[in-house]
């Protein structure tokens, strides 16, 4: 059956979502889910991608497929899953109409000090309070998820590149006005890293350079 779909994504440019079968792993049959998307160059399908959820260790848990959803229970916001399928899309328009989009990092500084000195609960309801206001500021110009604990993407379209300087000082400024959580003063520094799709054209190499910038932004601190 995969194999099949994977000549579909090849020939027609269809995107095969959470599609259940098995695999090998140590000796052991385990239940997975596949996901799989073309990757495209100047508007042929050039290749796919893909990656798996391993069902077993998530039944495990008591955790059914149809229960796994793209927005992330903590914030509503969407999840990894969510982005991922989303980016994708950015990355099929980019390849038809040419139209750059740029990837944003964003955490907080220096978070785990949040949760120590006022407890995991305050800390998440920072990131809920972080979570929404990305929303509201991103609007209808984009989309927002959070990865994991308090790292959050932001991707968008844009026209020019100098739109993008403004529109990271829009994200940082709206994140570091939040001057109380439950009732308790805080000051929240923001770093951000950001690369376009134009300056690699390739899904990962795009994440790991938005990292880079990201992680010296820390350095500058």
């Not at 508007?43 to 990656?51: D, F, H, K, N």
């Not at 949040?114 to 209808?140: D, I, S």
Request: charged residues 25%; glycine residues 8%.
């Amino acid at each position: 059956p995969y194999k099949n779909d994977e000549e579909r994504v090849l020939a027609y440019g269809e995107q095969t979502f959470l599609v259940p079968g098995n695999c090998i792993c140590k000796g052991e049959i385990r239940e997975i889910a596949a996901s799989k998307m073309p990757i495209y160059r100047d508007g042929e399908v050039i290749g796919l991608m893909g990656y798996f959820l391993d069902m077993s260790e998530w039944k495990s848990k008591g955790i059914q497929m149809d229960k796994i959803t793209l927005k992330d229970t903590l914030t509503g916001s969407l999840n990894f899953l969510g982005l991922v399928e989303s980016v994708l899309r950015y990355q099929e328009n980019y390849a038809f109409n040419n139209e750059d989009f740029a990837l944003i990092l964003l955490d907080i500084h220096n978070f785990h000090n949040f949760n120590q000195n006022y407890g995991q609960e305050w800390g998440n309801h920072l990131l809920q309070e972080m979570a929404e206001r990305l929303k509201k500021t991103v609007n209808l110009q984009g989309i927002t998820g959070r990865l994991n604990g308090d790292h959050f993407l932001v991707v968008r379209q844009f026209e020019e590149e100098s739109e993008i300087e403004g529109y990271l000082r829009q994200l940082t400024e709206t994140v570091e006005n939040i001057q109380k959580i439950d009732g308790i003063p805080c000051t929240v520094y923001l770093h951000t890293g950001c690369a376009c799709y134009s300056e690699t054209k390739d899904l990962q190499r795009l994440f790991l350079l938005a990292e880079e910038r990201l992680q010296e932004s820390k350095k500058q601190v």
